[in-house]
């Protein structure tokens, strides 16, 4: 199987240009190529297929071997992709996820592709749309208790469901004793996303992120976007504006507009290409 391994912001996974190439248990094979001692290492797999709704269509998996339903930071790497790899011309593209259609704004520089502008979509705040088991038409700064202790918690669906915390500190935290445990906790029923944030000043964030089926990542872009949309409701940063976000594999920049949506601007890299044989 021939693959293209790519980052955006320390966020990698293994691309397969399905046009070319079969995956047939991605699965599995997510499993065995995310490994980072056996395998090429990687959060995951992302499959780019043929779309009947839009020019492209994404598939992505989990390091576990569980399916995603978005990925901000593979959408960005997927436009590099298509351009580079010349299976478009366009430097506006549509993509297919299992959220829904995303649009993509591609800004080239002698013929390859640096940054990538997304169009995430509308921020989902009503808690059974995210999906969670809790009452009302939101959930901004409520308590949840992990592990004996309490935290103010902002649920937010970016196509993935998130729950942001604000702290004054986030390099120290214990992110691998108390990350499963606000992944796997009886309010989220799909397992959640949790974004630990420090607000650094206006409209500026650092954030560390346990993604669910991945562990910590170095980025990850609808976390951002969460984090983002959480600091306008608790009032930290200002709707409208672009906000900074600081993550461990680097900055991406988010603006939450005033009628919901959100959109995210970031790099993306290819790391390298080859072959690996899945047995």
């Known amino acids: 199987m021939k693959f293209t391994k790519m980052q955006g912001i320390g966020n990698d996974y293994v691309y397969v240009n399905c046009f070319k ?10 499993r065995i190529v995310s490994d980072r001692h ?46 580079d790899n010349k299976l478009t011309d366009k430097t506006s593209v549509t993509l297919e996820t299992n959220s829904g259609i995303k649009y993509l704004t591609l800004f080239p520089e002698n013929g390859v592709v640096k940054t990538v502008n997304v ?18 038409e939101n959930f901004i700064s409520r308590p949840i208790t992990v592990n004996g202790s309490e935290y103010a918690v902002t649920a937010v669906s970016m196509g993935n469901p998130h729950a942001v915390t604000f702290a004054d500190d986030v390099d120290s935290l214990p992110l691998e004793a108390i990350g499963p445990l606000f992944e796997n906790h009886p309010l989220f029923p ?11 000043g206006d409209n500026e964030l650092q954030m560390r992120v346990w993604e669910r089926g991945s562990g910590e990542t ?15 409701l608790n009032g930290f940063a200002k709707q409208g504006s672009e906000i900074t976000i600081h993550l461990r594999g680097g900055d991406l920049f988010i603006t939450y507009t005033s009628d919901g949506k959100v959109f995210m601007r970031g790099p993306a890299e290819t790391v390298f290409t080859g072959e690996i044989t899945i047995k």
Request: charged share 20%; hydrophobic share 45%; with cysteine.
């Open 119 to 136: 169009d995430m979509g509308k921020a989902v705040l009503n808690p059974s749309d995210i999906p969670m088991t809790a009452e009302g």
């Open 38 to 83: 056996f395998g090429i290492g990687s959060d995951g797999l992302v499959l780019i297929m043929p779309s009947e709704k839009a020019d492209f269509r994404m598939r992505i998996f989990n390091a576990d071997g569980s399916e995603a339903m978005m990925c901000g930071n593979a959408t960005r790497c997927i436009g590099k992709y298509v351009y």
């Open 21 to 30: 190439e079969s995956v047939d248990d991605p699965e599995r094979v997510s």
């Open 218 to 232: 170095w980025a990850c872009g609808t976390g951002a976007c969460a984090s983002a949309v959480a600091a306008v």
């Open 190 to 200: 799909m397992r959640v996303n949790t974004e630990f944030v420090k607000v650094i």
